[in-house]
């Protein structure tokens, strides 16, 4: 049976990018933001008919609009698109200042006059798609909604987001999101229901309000990390601060035969993760070929199970073309991950002993690289935004600060006790790079350049020996781990 979820909530709140990332998530949904209606149906009376305000006013409340305007829609890439009188207009036209403004004049006149031809779209949309609507009002226009989810954040955080996203100052912002908020309540655009759920962003990332959303909506046990950890120590880096040497704590046998039934067993238990990491406490690539393709064929059997696989490497994957295009041509969601100690090549090759420049490599420009940089007396950061101009396939940087474990006596932990910044030292560094600090995280503001104060564990699980384990290698029971999360 095929269900619509409902989304409203304050401006700033983030709605339209929980929309997105709901999409990227669930290709099974329509979208149906009632804009779409509103923005060609503004465009045809304002443009095609040349109407005045008050043309437009009559033309609504007297039951013109329902005698002498024919709404149709398509769907397109998952969203709907409205027709009038069998036009489709193009959204360069539909999506202005000058025609922002004339839809919300509009909308306020329209107000619920137009409610039965939304329902009439979202009951034809139903009988065959789950449907995701972004309104205002949606519960108004269509109440027997199965899900309504209403998006709040602080006043401050959510001026800060505007000013950002117009490029405008902090005073002329707060002035108008002021103004905004008291018409809209007026409205009643701000009312919840007893089976509406909210979700206050103002400290949350997109991912964490994902996470609420899916849980609230999907009855799914959403957790973070899927971490399969391959039993080799192989590797052609030999780094000072190996982490693998330095706890020994996975199992070096990979039982690879029983992966799917550890996947399935997730699957149908309805727990999903954030990613499906694959790892070792060697270097991944380094496996033949075949086992690859087993781990491989597994991620697309059960894609559903996360949002997106990434790839630890200590860069040697970018050199293996078959190994690279075997999980770069998956078809899911993907990054590769490489941690360096210093921008600088031969700095960092010297260090952590290797002998192949993957920056240089074609195929490392091909890839979607999460690039770790360690947080120690061998970084410079002044050229960092350089770097990252000249290695565009680098969409995201995480500033890592290493930790000598429980063995801080090992030749890795009294590496990583000599060479590690201090706290001082790692504050200059986020605030010469302008990073803003939100709860325990660092960001910029396009979100690319990261720190996280600290890391959180307790929701990241592991695939080690063949078995399902948590972080601290115990091995779990996936039906008793339902009940404790649900």
Same mark, same amino acid.
């Given at each position: 049976m095929y269900k619509v979820i409902a989304i409203s909530g304050k401006p700033g709140s983030g709605k339209s990018s929980l929309s997105e990332e709901v999409l990227k998530r669930d290709a099974s949904l329509v979208y149906f933001d009632f804009g779409f209606l509103f923005r060609p149906l503004t465009y045809y009376l304002v443009y095609e008919l040349n109407m005045s305000f008050e043309d437009i006013y009559s033309f609504i409340t007297s039951g013109k609009v329902k005698e002498e305007v024919l709404f149709s829609y398509r769907v397109l890439n998952g969203k709907v698109e409205v027709a009038i009188n069998g036009k489709f207009y193009e959204n360069s036209l539909l999506n202005t200042p000058d025609m922002n403004m004339k839809t919300v004049m509009v909308g306020s006149i329209a107000f619920d006059l137009l409610n039965d031809e939304l329902r009439k779209i979202i009951d034809d949309l139903k009988e065959k798609n789950n449907v995701l609507l972004n309104a205002r009002r949606p519960i108004?226009?269509?109440?027997?909604? *199965?899900?309504?989810? %209403?998006?709040?954040?602080?006043?401050?955080?959510?001026?800060?987001?505007?000013?950002?996203?117009?490029?405008?100052?902090?005073?002329?912002t707060y002035k108008k999101l002021k103004e905004r908020d008291l018409k809209e309540e007026e409205s009643g655009f701000f009312e919840k229901y007893a089976?509406? $759920?909210?979700?206050d962003t103002t400290y949350l990332s997109k991912d964490d309000v994902l996470d609420l959303f899916l849980k609230m909506t999907e009855g799914y046990v959403y957790l973070n990390n899927l971490t399969l950890i391959l039993g080799s120590y192989a590797c052609n880096k030999h780094c000072p601060y190996c982490i693998s040497k330095n706890n020994f704590k %996975?199992?070096? /046998? *990979?039982?690879?035969?029983?992966?799917?039934?550890?996947?399935?067993?997730?699957?149908? /238990?309805?727990?999903?993760?954030?990613?499906f990491v694959l790892?070792?406490?060697?270097?991944? =690539?380094?496996?033949? +070929?075949?086992?690859?393709?087993?781990?491989?064929?597994?991620?697309?059997?059960?894609?559903?199970?996360?949002?997106?696989?990434?790839?630890?490497?200590?860069?040697?994957?970018?050199?293996?073309?078959?190994? %690279? !295009?075997?999980?770069? =041509?998956?078809g899911v969601p993907l990054e590769f991950e490489i941690l360096r100690v210093s921008l600088d090549?031969?700095?960092?090759?010297?260090?952590?002993?290797?002998?192949?420049?993957?920056?240089? /490599?074609?195929? %490392?420009?091909?890839?979607?690289? $999460? &690039?770790?940089?360690?947080?120690?007396?061998?970084?410079?950061? *002044?050229?960092?935004? /350089?770097?990252?101009?000249?290695?565009?396939?680098i969409k995201k940087v995480r500033f890592k600060k290493l930790l000598s474990g429980d063995n801080s006596m090992t030749p890795q932990g009294r590496w990583v006790l000599t060479h590690s910044l201090s706290d001082g030292d790692i504050l200059k560094i986020l605030n010469d790079l302008d990073l $803003?600090?939100?709860?325990?995280?660092? +960001?910029? &503001?396009?979100?690319?350049?990261?720190?996280?104060?600290?890391?959180?564990? !307790?929701?990241?699980?592991?695939?080690?020996?063949?078995?399902?384990?948590?972080?601290?290698?115990?091995?779990?029971?996936?039906?008793?781990?339902?009940? $404790?999360?649900?």
């Open positions: 108004a226009v269509y109440p027997e909604a *199965d899900y309504h989810i %209403f998006l709040e954040a602080s006043f401050d955080e959510r001026v800060y987001r505007k000013m950002l996203m117009n490029n405008e100052s902090f005073e002329v089976f509406t $759920k909210t979700i %996975f199992a070096v /046998s *990979d039982r690879l035969d029983n992966l799917d039934n550890v996947l399935k067993s997730l699957d149908d /238990s309805n727990i999903r993760f954030k990613r790892s070792g406490n060697g270097e991944p =690539s380094l496996y033949n +070929q075949k086992d690859l393709e087993k781990i491989a064929q597994c991620l697309v059997k059960y894609s559903s199970l996360y949002d997106l696989v990434r790839v630890h490497s200590s860069g040697n994957i970018f050199r293996e073309k078959n190994k %690279f !295009e075997l999980f770069n =041509s998956l090549s031969s700095l960092d090759m010297s260090v952590l002993g290797y002998d192949f420049n993957y920056l240089e /490599s074609d195929l %490392f420009n091909k890839g979607n690289i $999460k &690039c770790d940089i360690a947080l120690t007396d061998y970084l410079k950061c *002044d050229g960092l935004f /350089s770097f990252l101009d000249e290695y565009p396939s $803003k600090k939100k709860e325990n995280i660092y +960001q910029s &503001c396009d979100g690319k350049i990261l720190y996280k104060i600290s890391g959180d564990y !307790e929701n990241d699980y592991v695939i080690n020996n063949g078995e399902f384990k948590n972080y601290q290698d115990e091995v779990c029971n996936i039906k008793v781990l339902k009940r $404790k999360m649900g």
